[in-house]
Nanobody
Framework: QVQLAESGGGLVQAGGSLRLSCAASGRTAYTMAWFRQAPGKEREFVATIDWSGGSTYYTDSVKDRFTISRDNAKNTMVLQMNSLKSEDTAVYYC???????????????????WGQGTQVTVSS
């Protein structure tokens, strides 16, 4: 099992920044990702990073604004969010895969472990 715990959410004005962290414990968390879920909407993919940290992928709406990174020595993953918009308001979830095979994983069904989520609210 892998336990994931998000932190860093909060309330910020449009144009501001937030830094989300995800702490992993237990078994190795291979490919990791951030998803988000706004009220009344399905959970959607935001960004993913492979085990080495050398391969990342973002949904179009956050490209050039968000940066995903990880520090395997500290078992943490970070999502740096800049130029935030009201449409970024959502609960943000950290996710991890159980297996180490390479690939681009953007569906919730492709992830085995999930955190409890952290609320991000962007006021306009």
């Amino acid at each position: 099992q892998v336990q994931l715990a998000e932190s860093g959410g909060g309330l910020v004005q449009a144009g501001g920044s937030l830094r989300l962290s995800c702490a992993a414990s237990g078994r190795t968390a291979y490919t990791m990702a951030w998803f988000r879920q706004a009220p009344g909407k399905e959970r959607e993919f935001v960004a993913t990073i492979d085990w080495s940290g050398g391969s990342t992928y973002y949904t179009d709406s956050v490209k050039d604004r968000f940066t995903i990174s990880r520090d395997n020595a500290k078992n943490t993953m970070v999502l740096q969010m800049n130029s935030l918009k009201s449409e970024d308001t959502a609960v943000y979830y950290c996710a991890a895969r159980r297996w180490s095979n390479s690939g681009r994983y953007t569906y919730t069904s492709e992830y085995n472990y999930w955190g409890q989520g952290t609320q991000v609210t962007v006021s306009s």
